[in-house]
């Protein structure tokens, strides 16, 4: 053990809302592009040439949502009682 650590187990960890002070937001700047992506939803990028087939995002979550009804249909019911608990 290195020489001015405490004994106690976490006693090294930085608590969730503390900031180090090596990082230096003191330039920051808001994402200008955050206004382009829906709130609470997932950002996926998708390869160029997966994007090339969906002229948008309503057309992925359309195809997503058939295939995984696909998916669900043809699971065990053992494991699709699993997933929908």
């Known amino acids: 053990m290195r020489k001015g650590r405490s004994k106690e187990p976490g006693a090294d960890r930085v608590s969730a809302d503390e900031i180090l002070p090596e990082y230096d ?3 920051a700047r808001p994402n200008k ?5 829906p709130k609470g939803g997932i950002v996926v990028t998708l390869d160029p040439d997966v994007a090339a087939v969906f002229p948008g995002a309503e057309h992925v979550n359309a195809a997503l949502r058939a295939l995984a ?11 699709a009682a699993r997933r929908s608990a």
Do not use: D, K, T, V
């Open 25 to 27: 937001f003191g330039r």
């Open 69 to 79: 009804e696909i998916i669900r249909m043809h699971l065990p019911r053992r494991a």
């Open 33 to 37: 592009y955050a206004a382009r992506y």
